[in-house]
């Protein structure tokens, strides 16, 4: 089975801050990465699939990089409507996700 | 617009049994793999199954395997989801989702529908 490592859990931020969120994978995953962002309440909303393609429709302050098994995702100045939960998600081999990243106001 | 209605969450004892829908709408159904996703209150997600186009392969978690049983009816355009034997550790909500590309299996999600809680407690 193939494990995420997601780090920060927790991230304290402020507006405008840029913000970069991490995912290890246990073992090469080439670039079959995804990213969500979640709030409150609310189901996940996919920013990013083949570790950098940028969903249509997101702004484009979030990008996605990374291969094999070190990934990033970056938010290059933080919005107010940005603040929750990030989860990275490999589906290379069935489907892991992340512990998720809650970004904070800081 | 492609949307995804889950519904049939409830509470239930122990050991009991649950069967979750999924209706989808805006797309070719019976065309793509569909999953379902739970997160436990106040806590990440886990992908749970999923089940190819034609329903003819099956996929679980290892946490699931043997007590939940994923299903589709292409004709009526709606994924289900068989819980049997029940755990407290099943308490969550359920999230179904089409898997982003056609026909492939190994792809992300997207989009998820609005979720629908299962409480499992006596």
């Known amino acids: 089975d193939i494990q995420m490592t997601q780090s920060p859990s927790t991230l304290s931020a402020s507006v405008g801050d840029r913000v970069t969120i991490t995912c290890r994978a246990s073992?090469?995953?080439?670039?079959?990465l995804a990213w969500y962002q979640q709030k409150p309440g609310k189901a996940p909303k996919l920013l990013i699939y083949k570790a950098s393609s940028l969903e249509s429709g997101v702004p484009s302050r979030f990008s996605g990089s990374g291969s094999g098994t070190e990934f990033t995702l970056t938010i290059s100045s933080l919005q107010p409507d940005d603040f929750a939960t990030f989860y990275c998600l490999q589906y290379n081999s069935y489907w892991t996700f992340g512990q998720g990243t809650k970004v904070e106001i800081k | 617009e492609v949307q995804l209605v889950e519904s049939g969450g409830d509470l239930v004892q122990p050991g009991g049994s649950l069967r979750l829908s999924c209706a989808a709408s805006g797309f070719t159904f019976s065309t793509y793999v569909m999953s379902w996703v739970r997160q436990a209150p106040g806590k990440g997600l886990e992908w749970v199954s999923s089940?190819?186009?034609?329903?003819?392969?099956?996929y679980y978690a290892d946490s699931v395997k043997g007590r939940f049983t994923i299903s589709r009816d292409n004709s009526e355009n709606t994924l289900y989801l068989q819980m049997d034997s029940l755990r407290v550790e099943d308490t969550a909500v359920y999230y179904c989702?089409?898997?982003?590309?056609?026909?492939?299996?190994?792809?992300?999600?997207?989009?998820w529908g609005q979720g629908t809680l299962v409480t499992v407690s006596s």
């Open positions: 089940i190819n186009a034609r329903g003819g392969s099956t």
């Open positions: 989702a089409k898997v982003g590309v056609v026909g492939v299996i190994w792809n992300w999600f997207d989009p």
């Open positions: 073992q090469s995953i080439s670039n079959w």
